[in-house]
């Protein structure tokens, strides 16, 4: 979700005063601290803090901790690959009517040349965007939240077994 709001706030123009997250230390933008937050709160409100443990209990089963564990690299490459292409598709509603509202702008600052468009684009853009996620928001947002939910029955995929090159079933 940190993703999806720094592709948002990205082509809304609101990153140009982007400030530090001090629980992450990073450079971050609102709408991926708002969304941060929101997800957090989905994610716990169905159950999230149960599947947590489960997970947690379930890779001690699967590493333990005093033993050798060799965490194997292609799932969790096809997991940040997911997150990514999540990213873009929760995103692109959004940023397409951004994409559209700058057409417009930028037709518009061509037939009217004193016009500053850079700085009706910042404002114009920031409204449209508010419009959208208030449209977005609530039919899609929190179920698309729980799909992205990581389940503790694929993390076996997740470590080698010890002394062996294949994936655990």
């Known amino acids: 979700m940190h993703a999806l709001g720094c592709i948002i706030d990205n082509q809304r123009g609101a990153t140009l005063s982007s400030s530090i997250d001090p629980a992450n230390g990073i450079d971050t933008s609102e709408m991926a ?3 941060n937050m929101f997800a957090a709160v989905v994610y716990l409100q169905n159950g999230g803090l149960v599947t947590m443990v489960d997970v947690l209990n379930k890779s001690y089963q699967l590493c333990d901790p005093m033993n050798e564990c060799t965490p194997s690299l292609p799932p969790l490459l096809t997991f940040i690959n997911q997150v990514a292409q999540n990213a873009l598709v929760l995103a692109s509603p959004v940023v397409l009517v951004l994409l559209l509202s700058e057409v417009f702008l930028g037709l518009l600052s ?5 016009m500053n468009a850079f700085a009706i684009s910042l404002t114009v853009k920031s409204g449209i965007a508010v419009l959208i996620m208030l449209l977005y928001f609530s039919p899609v947002l929190p179920d698309n939240v729980l799909r992205l939910s990581f389940q503790a029955t694929g993390l076996s995929s997740w470590f080698y077994e010890r002394g062996a090159t294949h994936v655990l079933e």
């Not at 061509?110 to 004193?114: E, I, L, N, W």
Request: glycine share 0%; net charge positive.
């Open 110 to 114: 061509r037939f009217a040349p004193q």
């Open 33 to 35: 601290n708002f969304l």
